[in-house]
């Protein structure tokens, strides 16, 4: 059984004021396989939030539904973790709090917390900054934290919304490899949504191009490129053609994007 | 020196603020010593001071203090046990906040120095009647204040709460609560200060004691000089109860 199928999803807004109503997502299928780190790549303003607020039912979809291991999704929950792309610490709390705040929720004795807390601080390599609040650290770490929270739950999938969207170019390069490492030690199941194409094949198995609004996955390109994957790689021939390849997907839906909102 | 913004050094900032008093008390004793207004409209600083000074020695001012530091912060800690979760509940649950707002809304303009009549037909001149006052004075503000200030917690951190397995319960007590605290705190901090205007109002009509009453009784005493040192006081209790709060908010939420 796949691990997530999103059978016939579309969601309409309905208009502000009187306004016309949008159609943000058309009509939407993926299956997500047990393992697969999928990446969602499409101009910004197509859906992918959209649709991915609904995998995780922060959003109801107008038609269709989700399903999670063969049940339907109806409320959001700690089986499907979510890293925003907005920095959504609790600023009250310091690292360790905000790691260990999903076990809290579950009911865990404090020292299974600290165990599990310990574990994933080391993973995303904040050791030494466990008693930080968040409004003293960078960006790049503020989304490790906030990967590590989401991780912590042991959630059945993942799902990262543009998650390194606001960070800068290096930084960027370090966590991607960091969530690449993470997930080839434990080949977590995971959705990624990207409007950046480098990113979105260097991180994947499967890349879903989505076309613009109203968007749809007008393309399911899978990458063969091996793994460990290196930084290096983003240079070799193998990846030059894919990028090449979905450039070319891209491309004519950027151009449509623009267009609507010139039209 | 004019630069929007621009940030002063603390030495200059507490100099200039002296600098004010000082002018303050010079200008008052210009006018009085200098005879420009006649004493018996405005007593001069000496005399002001040395009559508190008797005031307290011989007058036992002390409890008149007392009493109304107890009214108000009774009357405020009453307030504040009853507004801060029906404002917690208001800013949460939007059906609890269509319920009690529109009221609540109407009631904020109800003036309570207005209600001092009818309160004292139903609770008499006694210390209840004060602690109402008070009460209705600050409640419908602090509910009010508290709602918007916990309606407004940011959408993404409830969502990233709910991601993370929260339910209704600990987003209100686990994201909620702890997010708008430093904002409540400031809140009860400036509610606190209007407290002090309604206790002198309560005082003033049908009481036997406090401040408000020291001063209506000067008035028959055509004291000047009483009357001002009795409305110092109450700037002085009240600057120092908020430098209290204040600091109390610093140590609570850095
Ligand atoms: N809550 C909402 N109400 C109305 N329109 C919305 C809402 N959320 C998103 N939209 C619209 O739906 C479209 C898709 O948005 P979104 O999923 O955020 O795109 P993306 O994440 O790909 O940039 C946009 O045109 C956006 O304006
Ligand atoms: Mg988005």
Known sequence: MSKLQIESVSRVFAGVRGGPPTQALEKTDLIVEDNDFITILGPSGCGKSTLLRIVAALDQPSTGRVLLDGQPVLRPGPDRGMVFQSYTLFPWLTVRENICFGLREKGMPEAGQTGIAASYIEKVGLRGFENHYPKMLSGGMQQRTALARALANDPKILLLDEPFGALDNQTRALMQELLLGIWEADRKTVLFVTHDIDESIFMANRVAVMSARPGRIKCDARIELPHPRHYTMKTSPEFSRYKAQLTEEIRAEAVKAVQQMQG | ?254
Request: hydrophobic share 55%; net charge neutral; charged share 15%.
């Open chain 2, 1 to 254: 020196m004019f630069e929007p913004l621009k940030p002063v050094p603390r030495g200059t900032r507490v100099l200039l603020g002296t600098i004010f008093f000082v002018l303050f008390f010079a200008a008052w004793a210009l006018v009085t010593f200098g005879g420009i207004i006649d004493p018996l409209f405005l007593k001069d600083p000496w005399y002001t001071l040395s009559i508190g000074w008797s005031l307290f020695t011989e007058f036992n001012f002390i409890e008149d203090v007392g009493i109304t530091v107890f009214r108000v912060f009774g009357g405020f800690i009453l307030a504040a046990v009853v507004a801060v979760p029906l404002g917690v509940a208001m800013g949460a649950f939007k059906s609890i906040e269509a319920f009690f707002e529109p009221f609540i809304s109407f009631a904020r303009y109800l003036p309570a120095s207005a209600f001092i009549p009818l309160l004292i037909l139903w609770a008499g001149v006694g210390e209840a009647q004060k602690l109402s006052v008070i009460f209705i004075g600050s409640v419908f503000q602090v509910v009010l204040m508290v709602a918007m200030i916990v309606g407004g917690t940011r959408r993404e951190l409830v969502e990233a709460a709910y991601t993370l397995g929260a339910d209704a319960s600990g987003i209100v007590k686990r994201v909620m609560l702890p997010g708008a605290a430093p904002q409540i705190a400031e809140t009860l901090r400036l509610v606190l200060g209007w407290s002090w205007t309604y206790v002198i109002v309560a005082e003033l009509v049908g009481a036997s004691s406090g401040i408000g009453y020291m001063i209506m009784d000067s008035q028959r005493l055509l004291d000047t000089g009483m009357m001002i040192f009795g409305i110092f006081t109450i700037g002085v209790i009240g600057l120092a109860s908020d430098f209290m709060f204040k600091w109390v908010n610093q140590k609570l939420y850095p």
